[in-house]
């Protein structure tokens, strides 16, 4: 076991050595948003195309799992949560779960879906130790929806103020169940199974290779993991697990076919998304430009060495033998005009009727913002990035006499460098948006100077009770409006300071 964990390790270490990226500032990735090749590397003989696609495996908010009455719940004691269909006994049948086929009608109309009336489940075939039955429901001939986009934005040189619209294509979203987890230990040589997680809801969303760098790749899931919340579809939560990236990276001269890909699986975080398609497009183009050659195969991105690293190869492409799923009939799905008079609602899904109650989108919500409150575009991205600020934000607008231009300075700026800094979500924040507003009508009001304001706020932050008007007080922050009490604190000045006052006269 020692002797295999060293071996892994120096297998790490080489590829992130002398294969790995250039240093900081010469990377050959340069993703600025407006897309195209890359700049040539050391051979300088033409520019490279890199090409990126993903799919998402989202894991659907839902109390129970796909086919099973098996409760959903993370970080539950292992194998607690497992029916005889989940551990695929002998004469057990599936049960479709309503709320998940809602959510994936769902989660297919705010991406710009076609929703098939009619879907197919179907039998993948594959033998590991987490996956009890020896293969996987899902939607491999006719998924749930098809042919849809995702618009998301990104900053121009990592400038704010600069940001330009993209599209990324949808080419279906499928329903499937999940597996189990396998649990290693190194350190006895053997490996767990919990099966708490098997048959738990997927939806997987496979997007078209319109993707060039790791910065798109990370826009585009940021914006669809907002998406996905906004909707209740899934809660999306990568750190645990709820929603899991692969990306499929490959490179190419411009004019000439895709290169071959290589597919980086697993990623659980937006940021490690990004670093690693950007490492393995590096990868690509120096393996090439040393004269080797691209295999077609799966690694991994190891987040501690920054690099991705071998795991097996897909030369030889695996049969998962498809066939239909004999234990389920066709997903059928009905509109208002489709709608038989004496079907019973209870018992069908209408996909209008999911339609008309779709919340508004991240997109829809950043231009009300924008049309609203006058404040800029990048503003609005901002405050609905960050989980409950929009909320933390109007609520401060209604209850202050400031104007939401510079409502909204006081809280991108300062606010929120606060929650930064000690790693607080605005939820969690010791200032309240009443507090807040409190301190800005003091603000507005000249009670107090800007400087005394942001004095008040770091004493607010304390979370020690009091209010701004009691911290004014208590630390003597109020401005003087009185002329003649401002001529006598002069006028004191200047007669206790005589000698200095002739000083100045006299030149």
Not at 1 to 26: D, E, L, S
Not at 220 to 242: D, F, H, K, P, W
Request: one cysteine or more; glycine letters at 8%; charged letters at 20%.
């Amino acid at each position: 076991a020692v002797a295999r964990g060293c071996g892994a390790v120096w297998r790490r270490a080489r590829q992130c050595g002398a294969g790995g990226p250039a240093p900081r500032g010469q990377r050959a990735v340069a993703c600025n948003g407006r897309g195209g090749a890359v700049p040539a590397g050391k051979s300088g003989l033409a520019p490279w195309v890199p090409v990126v696609g993903l799919e998402i495996h989202a894991q659907i908010s839902s109390n129970s799992k796909l086919f099973s009455g098996s409760q959903v719940q993370f970080a539950a004691p292992p194998n607690s949560l497992v029916s005889f269909f989940d551990a695929s006994l002998p004469g057990t049948l599936p049960v479709l779960n309503r709320r998940c086929v809602e959510a994936a009608v769902m989660t297919g109309l705010a991406l710009n879906c076609s929703i098939n009336k009619k879907s197919l489940f179907d039998r993948k075939h594959y033998f590991y130790a987490d996956l009890p039955a020896g293969y996987q429901i899902t939607q491999q001939r006719v998924p749930i929806a098809v042919n849809g986009s995702l618009t998301y934005s990104l900053c121009i040189d990592n400038k704010m103020s600069q940001m330009v619209t993209k599209t990324v294509r949808i080419k279906q979203i499928q329903l499937e169940q999940d597996s189990g987890k396998s649990l290693h230990d190194d350190t006895r040589s053997q490996t767990l199974v919990d099966l708490n997680r098997a048959g738990v809801g997927l939806m997987e969303v496979v997007m078209e290779p319109d993707m060039c760098c790791g910065e798109e790749a990370a826009a585009a899931v940021r914006e669809l993991q907002l998406i996905l919340q906004t909707l209740g579809s899934s809660q999306a939560v990568m750190a645990e697990g709820q929603l899991r990236v692969d990306a499929n990276v490959s490179v190419h001269h411009p004019g000439e076919p895709y290169g071959v890909r290589t597919e980086v699986k697993n990623i659980n975080s937006i940021r490690f998304l990004a670093k690693a398609v950007d490492y393995e497009i590096q990868r690509q183009i120096e393996e090439l430009e040393n004269g080797g050659t691209i295999l077609n195969e799966t690694r991994a991105f190891d987040s501690k060495l920054g690099c991705t690293v071998p795991m097996r190869d897909k030369e030889g492409k695996q049969d998962y033998r498809f066939m239909p799923e004999p234990n389920l009939p066709p997903l059928i799905l009905y509109d208002a005009k489709s709608l038989p008079a004496n079907m019973n609602h209870q018992q069908v899904i209408n996909i209008d009727w999911i339609h008309e109650r779709l919340p508004d989108l991240p997109s829809v919500k950043r231009a009300r913002l924008v049309e609203q409150y006058g404040i800029l575009p990048e503003h609005s991205f901002t405050l609905v990035n960050e989980d409950g600020l929009t909320e933390f934000f109007e609520n401060v607008v209604n209850q202050t006499q400031m104007k939401p231009k510079k409502v909204i300075g006081w809280i991108l700026k300062d606010l929120l460098s606060y929650l930064k800094q000690h790693s607080l979500t605005v939820k969690e924040s010791p200032v309240s948006s009443f507090l807040l507003a409190d301190l800005l009508n003091l603000l507005e009001n000249k009670e107090i100077s800007s400087t005394a304001a942001k004095q008040v706020l770091a004493e607010l932050w304390k979370g020690e009770g009091k209010t701004p008007l009691e911290i004014v007080k208590e630390k003597k922050l109020e401005l003087i409006q009185d002329q003649k009490e401002l001529e006598q604190i002069c006028q004191a000045v200047i007669d206790g300071q005589e000698n200095e006052v002739i000083m100045v006269v006299l030149g």
